[in-house]
Every structure is written in structure tokens, then in C-alpha cells.
């Protein structure tokens, strides 16, 4: 259900008061990555953007369709950047390729902390949600990173890599790095989410996994 086109409820909300969906939409993703599905309260959403919970109500079912909203939105961000970076990078195939997209997940990752959050809330457990969140935030960027594989017809070496031990070494090395920033911010003294400290850490992750197979 497109968050545009909702089934509208009975009644009308207050006049004066406005919604910009997308904020509210991404202000939504703060709450539920900051407090869980379960902890998540429509009133704090209402709060951030500076309008009632019967606002929200009217725009949207229940808790529930407000989150799948907020995922289908966030989703949709993450694949429009990644067509972005494929026509960019129109040159580029197979592992360069690869790595302009992995490089491009990091930089997504920390724009969206909501993301990898969300992800690591309902991944290992069976619920609706988490096929929900595989389906929207995880699935089609696994799928964007390996068609510049399977559509090579050379790196058969790198092909033999199976997809599952693929998609954890990518999500770990990517995620792990914001995962822990407070620690390495304790402890090292750097920030994950500067451009600089980015870039870096693509740099050695890309050489790390890839390197041997250009």
C-alpha cells in the first residue's frame, strides 16, 4: 500500500493541522529503530513531527501499517540510490562494480542508522516482521550486489563463494563498523559516520574481500 494512497478513516482531522508524509515517515523509523517494534509509541511519532496521534490514525491503520510504511519508505530510498550508482557507474561490471555498491551500502548504512537497527532487531527471530524487513531492506540489496556476479562470465573462483556465506561477510563488515561506534569512538578515538572515516573503512573492506579476485 503506498504510503500516498491510504485507506482514509472515518472523520476528519483537525483542520489547522498538516502532514508531510515522508517526515513522518522518517521520523517513525527513529522511533521504532530507537525502541523495538513493541516499545514503539504512536504519541512520540506525533511528537517528533508536531502533531496529534488522531493525525497519524487518520492517515494510517494502526502501529503496524505505520511501520510497514516506514520500511516500504526507507526501502524504496535504498534501491533508488542503488539504480543511481548503476547508471553512474554504466562503465563499471563485475567486481568493480560490486565494490562501488558495497561502497555505496556504508555510505546508506550511515545516512540511515534506522536501517542496520531495524535489521538487527528482527533478524533471528520468525515473525512476520522479519520477513517483512528481509523482503524490503535485505533481499533486493543482496540481489543488486551479486547480479554484477552472476551476470560476469569470468570470476568463476568468486562464484563459488556461496550466496549465504556472501551475504553475511557483506552485512557484517557493514553493519558491524556503526554497530560499534561507541566503542570505537571509546577506544579509538574515531567516528564511524565522518565521510573520511567511510571511506576508509570501504577502502580496506573492499580490498580485504575482493582484492584476490580482480
Known sequence: MSSLNVKRKRGRPVASEKLDTTVLLEAALVVFSDH????????????KVGVTTPLISYHFEN???LWKQSIIHLSAKIMQRYEEVQKEHSDLSGIALLKAFTRQYLHLMAKFPSMYKILLQE????????????????MPVVWFSHKPITASKDLEEFKAIPVANFVSIMFGAT???FVLAQTLEAEYGISPFTEENIEMHANIMNDLIFKQFE
Not at 36 to 47: D, N, P, R, T, W
Request: charged content about 30%; glycine content about 8%.
Open 175 to 177: 553493519s558491524s563498523f
Open 63 to 65: 502501529k503496524e501499517d
Open 123 to 138: 533478524m533471528g527471530r520468525k515473525s512476520w516482521r522479519y520477513d517483512f524487513v528481509s523482503q524490503h531492506l535485505l
Open 36 to 47: 523495538g517494534y513493541e516499545g514503539a509509541q504512536l504519541k512520540e511519532v506525533a511528537s
